[in-house]
């Protein structure tokens, strides 16, 4: 009964794919089986790394969709960031890493710090959505979700429309680092979005400063 009663929901209300707002079928679990092979993912050869050579010491760095405007990953993260779809979060954070444990990826990872947003836009939103990502990439990975040792002191503007100096402008001196809880730590950093990697980077910095033993980033998408 309870799954008649559901098949007439999903006929009536069906769930919409988020790449393409066609209704998902039986056995579709978040996205359509069309949006899934049409992801436009990153690849190992695609160097993530070397974006960041120069400015953050880090053993590794990933992303895992190619953001493009009006893309498949844009309408995902909007879903994820404005939309309250945090199952879909935690669903892409543990896409992200079945997909890179092919190559043993963040194997020695202790800690997931993701991003942190300031109080009052959490306020407002409700949730994370780095930490939504990270939650998912944690279940795969079997470690700890580190949400408060990483704080984000002052609340900076939104870097939409902002150039690349104005965007390391916006976010420096935005983080700091409370107790002693990374010391020695491995640790992944989780974003949602690399554009010019401003804010991965200012965190980043505060984090090696607390003295974490290894930094990695790890990101949804990457505007690169």
């Known amino acids: ?23 998902l079928v039986s ?25 960041f050579a120069g400015r953050l010491e880090l053993s590794e760095a ?4 190619k953001f493009y405007s009006a893309g498949i990953a844009q309408k995902l993260l909007h879903h994820i ?4 779809d945090q199952d879909l979060g935690e669903f892409l954070g543990t896409m992200f890493i079945n997909h890179l444990n092919r190559d043993g990826v963040f194997s020695n990872i202790d800690v997931i710090i993701p991003v942190p947003l300031h109080k009052s836009k959490l306020r407002s939103r409700g949730y994370n959505q780095s930490e939504v990502l990270a939650k998912g990439m944690a279940e795969v990975l079997h470690i700890t979700v580190d949400s408060t040792s990483v704080i984000r002191v ?15 402008q916006n976010v420096s001196g935005i983080f700091n680092v409370e107790g002693k809880a990374l010391e020695g730590k491995n640790v992944l950093l989780v974003d949602d979005v690399i554009t010019t990697g401003a804010t991965l980077e200012a965190c980043g910095e505060v984090i090696l400063a607390a003295g974490a033993g290894s ?9 690169m």
């Open 1 to 23: 009964m309870k799954k008649v009663l559901q098949d007439f929901v999903d006929l009536v209300f069906p769930n919409c794919c988020p790449g393409c707002d066609q209704p």
């Open 27 to 51: 056995g579709e679990k978040y996205i359509c089986t069309s949006c899934d092979l049409d992801l436009p993912l990153f690849d190992a050869k695609e160097d993530i790394l070397s974006y």
């Open 62 to 65: 990933r992303a895992y969709l």
């Open 81 to 84: 960031k404005y939309k309250g």
């Open 154 to 168: 002052r609340k900076s503007e939104t870097q939409t429309r902002k150039d690349r100096a104005q965007r390391w």
């Open 215 to 223: 930094l990695s980033i790890a990101a949804l998408a990457a505007a």
